[in-house]
C-alpha cells in the first residue's frame, strides 16, 4: 500500500489577510478552486518550486463562527529558511507578531490571522545568536 503527502489544510475567517500571511512566508497560490454549490473557496499556496507541498486555504463564503479557535485547527505547520533572522525581521516589519523568537538561531513561532500556529526552523543548523531575538522574550502561544 502506497502512500503521498497531498496537502494540509487550514480553514481561514480572511482569505486575502491569510494569503498576505503565507505570501510573506515566501507561500504562491498554486490553484484555486471556487464551488458556488459548497459556497467555499479553495487556495492552495506553497513555496516556489515546491508545488507538491501546499497548504490548502479553505474560506467558506457564509462565515466561520468557530474561528479563530485553536479547537478548529491542529498543532502546527513547519518551513525552512535560509535565513531565520532576515525572515522574521520580515515578518515582523510587516505586523505579524514573532510569538517565539528565534533566540537560539534556529527555531521561531508565528502565528496566521486565523491563529494557525506556523514554526520556522533555520535550514542547515542554527545561526549564532543575534540580538535583539536572543533576549526577546516570548508573546502569547504557539
Wanted: charged share 25%.
Amino acid at each position: 500500500m502506497k502512500t503521498r503527502y497531498l496537502h494540509t489544510m487550514v480553514r481561514v475567517k480572511d482569505l486575502d489577510a491569510s494569503m498576505r500571511f503565507y505570501g510573506l512566508l515566501g507561500l504562491k497560490e498554486t490553484r484555486r478552486v471556487e464551488n458556488d454549490k459548497g459556497r467555499f473557496t479553495l487556495v492552495f499556496m506553497a513555496p516556489e518550486g515546491q508545488s507538491e507541498t501546499p497548504v490548502e486555504l479553505t474560506f467558506n463564503w457564509d462565515g466561520d463562527e468557530g474561528l479563530p479557535s485553536d479547537s478548529r485547527h491542529f498543532g502546527h505547520l513547519a518551513y525552512e529558511v535560509d535565513d531565520i533572522y532576515a525572515m522574521c525581521e520580515a515578518l515582523q516589519a510587516a505586523g505579524v507578531t514573532i510569538n517565539r523568537p528565534p533566540r537560539d538561531g534556529h527555531m521561531a513561532f508565528v502565528r496566521s490571522p486565523d491563529n494557525v500556529s506556523v514554526e520556522l526552523l533555520q535550514a542547515g543548523g542554527s545561526l549564532p545568536p543575534r540580538e535583539p531575538w536572543a533576549s526577546m522574550p516570548s508573546t502569547g502561544t504557539w
